[in-house]
């Protein structure tokens, strides 16, 4: 029984001494806070990421800026040599129209033509003529296919001669090969009222006198 006791009394004094050496080696490991450290690691790990990626991404930034800036430079010369082109084509159109235009009036003004011309009076008188007028048989007037309506010519008749200044204020004729029509007073002045038509010129002018 002595030695059952003595037996206890060693089993506990070192069941006390081995607790007692297992609390400084659990002091031991206090300060390693291991979810502060592995915190501490992600934020280091994380910050060198994001320089990296701001190191990669700078070149690249820098290229699209480089390429925007050279794309809208592009873009704005584009647009000056459209406009460009746009002046000198509507320049061209202004210069054609013009030099047409010219020509047209060259031609118009220049005008000659030689043919038979007639004339017509009593059966007519008083109607309205094309450009408004009444017609007035013993005026000096005279209806072409295309002159210009009021303007004047100059009719001279090659057999004789004699040449009259008319008034254009009439279409015809429609008939025949003839590309004059005359009033009475014109055709009297140039000696075809008894023939009935004439062989004669027309040529433009700029007024009655």
Known sequence: MRITLTTIAILLSLSATARADLVPSQS??????????????????????????????????????????????????????????????QDSNTSVLDRLSSVASDTVRKFKQTGIASWYGHQFNG?????????DMNGLTAAHRSLPLSCFIRVTN?????????????RGPYSGNRILDLSFGAAQQLGIVNKGMGNVTIERVTSPN
Do not use: H
């Not at 001669?161 to 009439?170: C, E, Q, T, Y």
């Open 28 to 89: 031991l490991t206090t300060p390693f806070d291991v979810p502060s450290l592995a915190s501490a690691a992600l934020s280091r790990d994380s910050q060198t990421l994001n320089a990296n990626t701001l190191a990669l991404a700078a070149p690249s930034m820098l290229t699209t800026q480089v390429s925007t800036d050279a794309m809208t430079a592009s873009a704005v010369l584009k647009a000056n040599d459209n406009d460009a082109l746009n002046n000198t084509q």
């Open 127 to 135: 109607r309205k003529t094309a450009n408004g007028d009444r017609f």
């Open 158 to 170: 090659k057999d004789n001669g004699k040449s009259v200044i008319v008034k254009v204020n009439d």
